[in-house]
Nanobody, 114 residues
Framework: QVQLVESGGGLAQAGGSLSLFCAAS????????MGWYRQGPGKEREMVAV??????SYADSVKGRFTISRNNYKNTVSLHMNSLKVEDTAVYYC?????????WGQGTQVTVSS
């Protein structure tokens, strides 16, 4: 079993920056996919950025603006968000795929104002 605890997020103006942090309990290997998803108002949950074996992957909508990083010793994953847009407003969820199952954090709100 893995538990994910998120922190960060909040309110930012368009063009600003925010960071999200997630800590995983349990033994998570560097090859286990960890990352961030988001669900905007009235939208389905979508992948934002994921990383495994130090190889990141980003949604096209955030490429060049968001950076995902991971500390495999501390079992943490972070998302640094720059040049925020109003459309980035969403609840952001930390995720890990561990032993064939998906685990989710409780979600943290990111609101970007114009």
């Amino acid at each position: 079993q893995v538990q994910l605890v998120e922190s960060g997020g909040g309110l930012a103006q368009a063009g600003g920056s925010l960071s999200l942090f997630c800590a995983a309990s349990g033994v998570v290997r560097s090859s286990d996919l960890m990352g961030w998803y988001r669900q905007g108002p009235g939208k389905e949950r979508e992948m934002v950025a994921v990383i495994a074996d130090d190889i990141p992957s980003y949604a096209d909508s955030v490429k060049g603006r968001f950076t995902i990083s991971r500390n495999n010793y501390k079992n943490t994953v972070s998302l640094h968000m720059n040049s925020l847009k109003v459309e980035d407003t969403a609840v952001y969820y930390c995720n890990v795929q561990w032993r064939g199952s998906n685990y989710w954090g409780q979600g943290t709100q990111v609101t970007v104002s114009s």
